[in-house]
């Protein structure tokens, strides 16, 4: 389910700045070519709601890495770009981004986006009793 996430943020990403943009998912390498993206999954979380109904949590941290000399500038125009992560397509479904938010550290924009949602999850059917013998008496 994260990876479908994942390749959702990817996608939008793809769409919004071009099939030339660079979308690391797996870390950063020492010698990265800058501009790119750093997509990161901060924390995911389930509770349970009721029998095989979860509310599943995800928060994101998209890292831009800019390369112009006006790196604010560049930050600031990418963040309001990144508003388009809202709603992307995750395993066929719509998701909705929600928490929306960014800053700026070290000369590394930091775009936060949480995607929240409730799903069915199978659980293992457990063996049922083949045969039942039962044995009732009184007496001696």
Known sequence: M?????DGIVIKLDSVFGADSVIH??????DFKEPC????????N?????????????????????????????????AS?????????SGGNLIRGTKMNYQTV???LHYFVDYNYYAYLSKEEAEKMQILSVHNGIGG
């Open 81 to 89: 770009k990144l508003s388009a992560l809202e709603y992307i397509i």
């Open 106 to 108: 070290d000369g590394v």
């Open 37 to 44: 993206f750093y997509v990161k999954l901060l924390s995911a």
């Open 46 to 78: 389930q509770k349970q709601i009721l029998n095989n109904r979860y509310y599943l949590q995800h928060s994101f941290d998209i890292h831009y890495f800019p390369d112009t000399a006006n790196k604010n500038s560049e930050m600031f125009e990418t």
């Open 2 to 6: 994260v990876n479908n996430i994942i």
């Open 25 to 30: 998912t797996e870390g950063v390498e020492q």
